[in-house]
């Protein structure tokens, strides 16, 4: 007992240490906090993004020549791709929650009969108003196909009604999709930084050879050094979203526990990553190169401006090395969604994965940096 209270003794230090680094200089404080005030805000009034490749599942109840001929209609577009035929409406809510379709179309059984009768048959639409721009596009072209087939529908008025539904997002708003995404975007990218620079500095400084001649063994190193830069990216993600719920307005479904669950084995991850680039990293110089190198792909790899699926098979397998992936996914839709831990426990294995490579290899590499 004594032993692990003198190694949490020591393991305290190191934290206290790093974070006095961290925050001893008062311009420090202040660009580790403002920029993700700024940017929460600066991207809820200006971001807005458009994709038009769209995967859609059918419900086809009527099994008639008219569904088959407007379905011919949706395909012939080259923006709709058909990746599923359902069997019944149960099945519905597992296609549009795990992100597999961004709408299903749903034929009712007498749609063919109305249709001959001259009376209007519905034919309802559930978007997925996650992604709510490519949602209202998607919303758009299929309204215009409609109006297109009730034109070539020779006296067949009033012909088709479309009655859409958005399922997460009822309005389509674009804040409401990308907001969420920012808990975890915007706090990574200085997580990362942090952590970069943290082995980095002391390099420079000639103080980390002095550190590793200590007592202290790599691993105490590690947490000393890992746990400042985790609950730095915490704080930063907690301002994000008390910015987007109580001045954007945007509806948490989910469960906060849940949420920083997830961020926190997100943080852990991007911190180990920061660290292994710092560790093998001469300089601060070289750290804040490789960080700036890294930060992009990232963003642009996770999903935060388009959706993933949409991307080219050799990038989508890609994203399976890109924690931030997982993270906006994971947070998404427990924000917006509400989604229990059995809906997202897949998003945990990738960031628990890179965690646990990344963690070892910084501590190796304090003593065995490759020079």
């Keep these: 007992m004594n032993s692990l209270f003198f190694w949490l003794r020591r393991v305290g230090f190191l934290i206290w240490k790093e974070a006095l680094t961290i925050l001893k200089d008062p311009a420090n404080r202040v660009i580790l906090f403002a920029p993700a005030l700024m940017q929460a805000l600066l991207f809820g009034y200006a971001a807005n993004y458009d994709v038009n490749n769209v995967d859609y599942a059918v419900l086809d109840q009527n099994h008639a020549h008219s569904s088959s001929q407007l379905l011919t209609h949706l395909d012939g577009t080259g923006v709709f791709h058909r990746i599923a035929t359902l069997n019944s409406s ?3 809510p597992d296609i549009i929650s795990d992100g597999k379709a961004l709408l299903v179309i749903t034929f009712p059984p007498d749609f063919e009969r109305r249709l001959s009768s001259g009376e209007s048959a519905p034919l309802q639409v559930i978007l997925d108003g996650r992604n709510s721009s490519t949602a209202g596009a998607a919303a758009n072209y299929i309204s215009a196909v409609v109006a297109d087939f009730n034109q070539q529908q020779a006296g067949a008025a009033p012909a088709i009604s479309l009655e859409t539904q958005a399922w997460y997002n009822p309005n389509l708003e674009s804040r409401w999709s990308m907001m969420p995404t920012l808990i975890a975007a915007l706090s990574m990218m200085q997580t990362l930084l942090l952590s970069a620079l943290s082995v980095a500095r002391e390099r420079e400084q000639g103080t980390f050879d002095q ?3 200590t007592p202290f063994t790599p691993m105490q190193i590690l947490i000393g050094k ?3 830069p985790v609950l730095i990216g915490l704080i930063q993600s907690t301002i994000i979203l008390l910015i987007i719920y109580f001045w954007f307005k945007v509806p948490m479904n989910g469960s906060v526990a849940l949420l920083y669950t997830g961020l926190l084995f997100f943080n852990i991850a991007a911190v180990g990553l920061g660290l292994s680039l710092s560790a ?5 110089q070289q ?3 490789y960080t700036f190198l890294l ?3 990232l963003t642009l790899l996770s999903g935060l401006l388009t959706p ?15 924690p931030l992936r997982f993270a906006i996914d994971l947070v998404r ?3 917006l969604e509400g989604a229990q831990f059995s809906d997202i426990a897949f998003n945990f294995i990738p960031l628990l994965i890179m965690a646990i490579i990344t963690l070892p290899l910084a501590a190796w590499l304090f003593r065995n940096r490759l020079y």
Excluded: D, G, H, W
């Design 90 to 92: 149960a099945e519905i």
């Design 211 to 213: 550190l590793l001649v």
């Design 226 to 228: 890992a746990v400042p």
């Design 280 to 284: 093998i990293s001469t300089n601060m």
């Design 287 to 289: 750290a804040m190169l």
């Design 295 to 297: 930060i992009m792909p």
């Design 308 to 322: 993933v699926q949409t991307m080219p098979k050799v990038l989508n397998i890609l994203t399976y090395a890109n």
């Design 333 to 335: 839709r427990v924000y």
